[in-house]
């Protein structure tokens, strides 16, 4: 079993920051790639940003030059720092991973979400 969770979600100013952490536990023999989706209400789920093992970082076009991901394989977390946050960035975040099970499959996980508000 896989297990997938989220923190770091809350209430920002335009303008401010926020640090997203997500770390995988379980069955998990590596780690192919993880990142962040988010869904605001009424819309569809969209991606934000992925990252692979080996540090190769993936954005949306919306977050370009003011998020960062970054990975710690030997954890199995995966970080989104968030600067310059506008009211348009809130959603749920959810993160997701795609791993290597210790019984040798490839599977996708998901988290809860955590919730980014920003709001003046």
């Known amino acids: 079993q896989v297990r997938v969770v989220e923190s770091g979600g809350g209430l920002v100013h335009p303008g401010g920051s926020l640090r997203l952490s997500c770390k995988a536990s379980?069955?998990?023999?590596?780690?192919?790639?993880m990142g962040w989706y988010r869904q605001a209400q009424e819309n569809e789920r969209e991606l934000v940003a992925t990252i692979t093992s080996g540090d190769i970082a993936n954005y949306a076009d919306s977050v370009k030059g003011r998020f960062t991901i970054s990975i710690d394989n030997a954890q199995k977390t995966v970080y989104l720092q968030m600067n310059n946050l506008k009211p348009e960035d809130s959603a749920v975040y959810y993160c997701?991973?795609?791993?290597?099970?210790?019984?040798?499959?490839?599977?996708?996980?998901g988290g809860q979400g955590t919730q980014v508000t920003v709001s003046s």
């Open positions: 997701h991973t795609d791993v290597v099970t210790t019984w040798g499959t490839r599977r996708t996980y």
């Open positions: 379980g069955s998990i023999r590596s780690i192919n790639h």
